[in-house]
């Protein structure tokens, strides 16, 4: 029986855990570790995840905003993936950009090429057990994959499918990387070792924006975050078959949600773009609930970041209207159910695409049309930095 993969899979991974809950490390450089299937994943990650971002010296996570190392563009970065080393890969939209890489400890920022050669080439990236950043593909033909080690930018197999095809994609328990269908009439699937792509499973929804990000559950099975789709994706990369979840009765038109993140209570919180409320999926019971409404308007946001507080940041994305801009960071509390403004950003409108957790704790937004990297929240470094690589954290 194959063993379920993961990259670190959110745990605190001591010594005196691998001895006792049965994980054997296998390769030290990368930190990527072999889970074996007896062991009861779900409890072990529930537990864990509490632990690591619930702690009471986490509490008064400081609710500052600040702008950071300037650079132009018209539109410059769609979302970012923590490396091993620690910095933050920022994946480009405009054909003429560069692959950015951004130091969180040093506050600096550099590029490295060729540049993508596609506008709008790549919407999302995953981590891959191999250590390299597979990029998803929005209207690149070809899977794309960087090599942190050699530095390097690779096209890896053609998908076959439309321009503007997927959207956000994540790591899966078998190794595999599961892209969000957007425009494609399938589920996507890219295999690191065999550096080939495969068609899913049909999923059946409307194929103009159906999905728009995944979010891998404690159950092992990927959340596909609805787009112009009115249920929830849920595909098992185990069995290879797709299901459609509860509907989420959010009425009008454009895309509902763009991302989600995995809340400390197990849930699955959808990120409203023009969804008037927070998504809250529940992946034990299949049930949505609509949680507080926001308030922000039409394309209030783009992707969200666990906090180390245990709350979830909704990054700004920004109006159509330069008249009525989205000024602030958005803050959900899954314990309490509520939403609040957090801080003002200052951008331009299209702000920011997504966001990742550095490891000195504080959460690093990826400048989409704004004219700096933008950083919230206060130094805190976390116990264990490898688990900001988690497939459950580390993706669009």
């Known amino acids: 029986m194959p063993k379920d993969i993961y990259m670190n899979a959110g745990l605190s991974l001591s010594q005196d855990l691998t001895a006792t809950k049965g994980y054997s490390k296998i390769n030290t450089t990368l ?10 994943n779900q409890t072990i990650i529930t537990k864990t995840i509490e632990n690591n971002f619930k702690e009471p010296w986490w509490l008064n996570y400081s609710n500052t905003y600040s702008n950071t190392y300037s650079f132009g563009g018209a539109a ?13 890969l920022m994946i480009p939209a405009s054909s003429n950009q560069d692959l950015g890489i951004y130091d969180p400890t040093a506050n600096t920022f550099s590029t490295v090429g060729p540049s993508v050669g596609v506008n709008n080439a790549f919407a999302g990236g995953v981590l891959a057990p191999n ?9 690149s033909p070809n899977v794309g994959i960087y090599d942190p080690i050699t530095n390097t930018f690779t096209q890896g197999p053609a998908h076959g499918g439309p321009t503007g095809t997927f959207v956000g994609g994540v790591l899966a ?16 699937i890219y295999d690191p070792v065999s550096n080939t792509y495969t068609d899913g499973p049909v999923h059946g929804q409307n194929n103009n924006s159906a999905y728009w990000g995944a979010v891998l559950a404690q159950n092992g099975k990927v959340v596909l975050v609805p787009g112009d789709s009115e249920y929830v994706g849920i ?11 509860p509907a989420h009765g959010e009425s009008g038109i454009g895309t509902k949600y763009t991302g989600g993140v995995l809340a400390p209570n197990g849930k699955v919180i959808l990120v409203p773009r023009d969804a008037e409320h927070i998504g809250i999926y529940d992946p034990i019971t299949n ?17 969200g970041v666990l906090a180390p507080n245990g709350k979830v940041i909704l990054v700004p994305d920004g109006r159509t209207s330069p008249a009525d801009p989205s000024e602030y960071i958005g803050i959900y509390d899954p314990i309490a159910n509520t939403y609040t403004r957090g801080p003002t950003h200052g951008q331009t409108i299209d702000s920011f695409r997504g966001g990742v957790l550095a490891p000195n704790g504080k959460v690093i937004l990826v400048p989409y049309k704004s004219t700096a990297v933008g950083v919230y929240g206060s130094e805190f470094p976390l116990k264990n930095s490898n688990d900001t690589l988690s497939p459950y954290f580390n993706k669009l």
Request: glycine share 14%.
């Open 287 to 303: 049930t949505f609930t609509r949680g507080p409404e926001h308030g922000e308007g039409f394309n209030a946001f783009y992707g």
């Open 235 to 245: 595909y098992d990369p185990i069995a290879n078959t797709f299901t459609q979840g």
């Open 76 to 88: 410059n970065y769609t979302a970012g993936v923590v490396l091993p080393n620690s910095n933050v």
């Open 131 to 139: 250590g390299k950043i597979i990029l998803v593909p929005s209207s």
């Open 173 to 188: 328990p078998n190794g595999k990387v599961i892209f969000a269908p957007r425009k494609k009439t399938t589920i996507g």
């Open 31 to 40: 930190g990527v570790y072999e889970l074996e299937p007896s062991q009861d």
